[in-house]
């Protein structure tokens, strides 16, 4: 049992900065129970979840995990109960191979090399990574990132398992298959999952719900119970998922459905006993679109036959980009859709040249780098980019400051600009 007794954490505390994250949270947790945490952001969930792997130690309150004491003299031990899987696998990953991060956990544990093998072996497995035992990390996609961190974590055969938003940095079908883990490494391994999430579509298959709200839990129960408290999820910053919003919606109008549906199959299930009141004819047709063509909007960007690989010319190359083509016009707004290894953020880190590589250097025989405007050095000043990894942004951020430091130097070394000076 994770057994949680009014705890509280600031950070900085005691200090002018104190930012007080946590708030009374009583909790618990039972051994194998699935359950899902969800919050709006800075409700305090990380911070929660650094706590009880001890990560961080509490300035109010305590916890026991499976009666043991969170006190200092007990942090490996409370560690090794409670495994934790960060946002970024990035950030927990440390080996080279994928086999090698694995058996890190087991090996510092001081286990015998058979029972080593044997984790690695069953993590692997189960998290359906046993072929990629031996590919170097630095070449996973972050699913299979994701994948790794979770096996490396399980390794250590944790009671309690905690995942803190696996799902934000991967594909929808991966995230999907995410979600799966979490219930086949309970089944399997018997361990608790605390799935932290702000997708509450992704709660549904979960024992229970934790709601957290300014560093408070504001309630829990069944997913079907938390649901039914849609006016008091709207008021923590939270919508119901779309199909037991429009359930609700349905039975507000006084159509016979119960209160609270789950799922897509629940609500066809209990919609299949009424008629259509109007028949396919009846239904107006879409109206005909305007035969006038838009006025062409400008052409901002082009590139065209991007070929990049990552390590090329070694035997790690790995091609990411073929023959890459891309238009962005005057006003618009584009949407750049792939799954995991499509490619998207490498043709993106491309366009405003941020990543500092030459195109044509990479360019594939016989293809070319054609670029408009304004692919060129210094042209992060014209195009932002925001990376999904804050790491990169920062970075960014950075270089743009520094971009308009020299655009500012520049102006003011102009006698009678101080009007631009000043914007600068
Ligand atoms: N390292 C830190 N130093 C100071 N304040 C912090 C730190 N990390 C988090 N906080 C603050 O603590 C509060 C809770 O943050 P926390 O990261 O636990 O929230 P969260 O629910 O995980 O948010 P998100 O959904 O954005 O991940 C917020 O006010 C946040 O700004
Ligand atoms: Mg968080």
Known sequence: MLDIHN????????????????????LQIA???????????????STLAKILCAILSPTGGSFRVDGIPATAANEWEIRRRVGMVFQRPDDQLIANTVIDDVAFGPENLGLPRSEIEKRVRESLAALGMADRAYAQVAELSGGEKQRVAIASVLAMRPNYLILDEPTTMVAPTVARQVLRLAHDVRDRFGVAVLHITHFMYEVVGFDRVVVMGSG????????RA????????????????????????????????PPVVLSAEE????????????????????????PTPDPQPELLLQARDINFTYMAGTPLAEVALRGANCDLYAGETVALLGGT??????????????????????????????????ISAGCDAKLGSCSSNRKHNFSKILSARMCRSRRASRICRRPNHGRLSRHA
């Open 31 to 45: 051994p194998g129970e699935l359950v899902a945490i969800i919050g709006h952001n800075g409700s305090g969930k």
């Open 341 to 374: 290894q499509a490619g998207k953020s490498t043709l993106i880190e491309f366009l405003p040249g941020c990543a500092g590589r030459n195109p044509a250097s990479y360019a594939g025989k016989g293809k070319t780098w054609a670029q408009q405007t304004p």
């Open 267 to 290: 609500l066809r299930a209990a919609l299949s006993q009424f008629e259509l009141r109007h028949a396919p004819a009846e239904i107006q047709p879409a109206p005909e679109p305007d």
């Open 216 to 223: 408070r839990v504001l309630m829990h129960g069944s997913p």
């Open 226 to 257: 938390i649901f039914a408290r849609a006016d008091e999820l709207h008021a923590a910053g939270l919508a119901l998922p779309q199909v037991t919003e429009l359930g609700r919606r349905l039975y507000a109008r006084g159509v016979d459905l």
């Open 7 to 26: 705890l509280a954490f600031a950070y900085n505390a005691g200090s002018p900065d104190e930012i007080v994250a946590l708030h009374d949270v009583t």
